[in-house]
């Protein structure tokens, strides 16, 4: 997220209150956000990439993922779950992907 709207997500986050473009009332929200990254936060902390307040307002907990690089035995079974989806979805019979069969 670019730096200059990173006090607006925080404002919101702190004060529970947005307000839609081009009106002049507030409304009141209650949202959890769930926030991803693929570099190292403290890092863009430190490189002025990421708000050092918005950082720890959003480090609540944290969850590390190895990349999918490290664990190429679960893109099987991600692909499938994709297929499977996209078969419910758009009512469609996907059986295989590039030959291989699932």
Same mark, same amino acid.
């Given at each position: 997220?670019?730096?200059?709207?990173?006090?607006?997500?925080?404002r919101v986050? &702190? @004060? !529970? /209150?947005? =307000?839609?473009?081009?009106?002049?009332?507030?409304?009141?929200?209650? #949202?959890?956000?769930?926030?991803?990254?693929?570099?190292e936060?403290?890092?863009?902390? &430190? @490189? !002025? /990439?990421? =708000?050092?307040?918005?950082?720890?307002?959003?480090?609540?907990?944290? #969850?590390?993922?190895?990349?999918?690089?490290?664990?190429?035995?679960?893109?099987?079974?991600?692909? !499938?779950?994709?297929?499977?989806?996209?078969?419910?979805?758009?009512?469609?019979?996907?059986?295989?992907?590039?030959?291989?069969?699932?």
């Amino acid at each position: 997220m670019p730096i200059l709207l990173q006090p607006k997500l925080l404002r919101v986050l &702190e @004060d !529970r /209150r947005v =307000r839609r473009v081009g009106s002049s009332q507030e409304l009141q929200v209650d #949202v959890r956000v769930l926030a991803a990254s693929n570099q190292e936060p403290r890092k863009a902390v &430190e @490189d !002025r /990439r990421l =708000r050092e307040d918005l950082f720890y307002r959003l480090n609540v907990f944290t #969850v590390a993922l190895p990349p999918l690089r490290q664990h190429k035995s679960d893109i099987p079974l991600l692909v !499938r779950a994709c297929i499977q989806e996209f078969n419910t979805k758009h009512n469609a019979q996907v059986e295989s992907c590039r030959g291989e069969t699932f």
